[in-house]
């Protein structure tokens, strides 16, 4: 229940607003007190009589009515409300929310609250997956931002796929999910190791690998959010340090090695790095030159230290709980076991990173958690989706 809760809805123009207006219901039946600002779009597809009949307030639309309301402004709007709610969210609001941009009330309120925002985002399945509208989901989600949708279906522009706009039952449990999160990682550490490592074999040149580093920074996300205090060491990766997170940026695995040492004492421990298993053993201090005619420098590899298993290693600092990632491209689950029984972790995460698979560098990973006596797969899920899920399990082994 919402009962007394202060909800501000911000309505964006597209054209599932007209399911905003269920919204509005909705929340007053739960027993919020809701205000709603429109943006111009929105007023073309819903009404600003409509919304204030349904929600009893007043709407807030431009900054210049703003300036009428005796002893009201933007910043005192923005935060006098539990949680400020964009729905739908049109590309076009979570561009100007990711670059800031403050060009009317709505976006002004979004830039100047201190309080939860949730989106439920609503577009052409195209604009969706469109790289511009994933790097803005991805700023905004680095930032705490919470997200419902959006959900996939046949849409009013005649494609299918995701973009429809969360159903109205969703967006009022995320809602209610926001305002009273459950944090039963509350008072516990955890560290977890993500991205790739790199091995330099002179000051320009180095081995890496294909990780993108996005699901090793959900999981830290996602154990944050249930109250854990996170430190994520991370290899270099183009992902956003999340928000609430401490981060140690490392390129080699000897560094990451050392940081996540630094990081103990942890309740839990999350390997998802993709660690390279090999560096050269004597990186050259200066530039290697091609020698016209010459053959190409032999390169000598030596064994890097395997995190996982030392972390792994029976010592009074090895965390209660460790899990570790198996990323393979064939043999999945009969790899994976033999990796849990190889490193002495607790969990395996395994997952098919076969290039058809699209699992290095993409949005959506298949996993199975295997564990001791039982290995349970998951269907194909957002990352975020998996560290969610991954997070909720880690709790109910620590709480
Ligand atoms: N890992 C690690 N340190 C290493 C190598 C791997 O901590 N030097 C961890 C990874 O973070 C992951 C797990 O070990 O949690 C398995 O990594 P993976 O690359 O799948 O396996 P490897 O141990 O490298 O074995 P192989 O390359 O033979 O599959």
Not at 22 to 47: H, K, M, P, S, Y
Not at 163 to 173: F, L, T, Y
Not at 313 to 322: D, E, I, M
Not at 364 to 382: E, K, Y
């Amino acid at each position: 229940m919402l009962n007394g809760k202060k909800v501000f809805l911000i309505i964006s123009g597209g054209i599932s607003a007209y399911k905003s207006l269920d919204l509005i219901r909705r929340l007053r039946e739960q027993g919020a007190d809701v205000r709603c600002c429109l943006t111009e779009n929105a007023q073309q597809f819903v009404t600003p009589l409509s919304v204030s009949a349904l929600s009893q307030n007043p709407v807030f639309r431009d900054q210049f009515e703003l300036s009428n309301e005796a002893g009201i402004n933007h910043i005192e709007l923005s935060r006098t409300s539990d949680i400020l709610v964009v729905a739908p969210a049109t590309a076009d609001v979570m561009a100007k929310m990711a670059a800031g941009i403050a060009d009317q009330l709505a976006t002004t309120l979004l830039l100047a609250t201190d309080k939860p925002v949730l989106i439920a985002p609503a577009m052409n399945v195209r604009m969706w997956q469109h790289a511009a509208t994933q790097a803005n989901l991805a700023t905004l989600t680095a930032r705490g931002i919470s997200t419902v949708g959006p959900n996939e279906g046949p849409m009013a522009c005649n494609e299918f796929g995701p973009g429809r706009m969360a159903e109205v039952a969703e967006i009022v449990a995320a809602i209610d999910a926001a305002l009273s999160p459950a944090r039963p990682l509350a008072g516990r550490r955890a560290l977890v190791t993500s991205g790739p490592t790199v091995e330099p074999i002179d000051p320009v040149r180095f081995i890496a690998n294909r990780s993108s580093g996005k699901q090793g920074h959900a999981i830290a996300a996602a154990l944050a959010a249930l109250g854990a205090e996170v430190t994520l060491v991370s290899g270099p990766s183009v992902q956003p340090d999340p928000a609430g997170v401490t981060v140690r940026h490392v390129e080699t695995a000897r560094e990451m090695l050392a940081a996540c040492k630094a990081a103990l004492p942890a309740d839990v421990a999350v390997c998802a790095a993709a660690v390279a298993d090999w560096g050269v053993k004597t990186p050259a201090a200066q530039k290697i030159k091609k020698v016209a005619g010459g053959a190409p420098p032999a390169i000598e590899l030596c064994a890097n230290p395997d995190i996982l298993a030392e972390l792994s290693a029976a010592s009074p600092a090895r965390p209660r709980l460790v899990v570790g990632f198996a990323a393979e491209t064939e043999n999945l689950t009969a790899h994976a076991r033999e990796k849990l029984a190889r490193k002495g972790c607790d969990w395996i995460v395994a997952n098919d990173v076969s290039p058809e698979t699209g699992t290095f560098g993409g949005d959506a990973n298949q996993v199975h958690l295997i564990t001791a006596d039982a290995c349970d797969s998951w269907p194909a899920l957002d990352k975020r989706e998996v560290a969610a899920r991954l997070a909720i399990r880690i709790a109910e082994v620590l709480s």
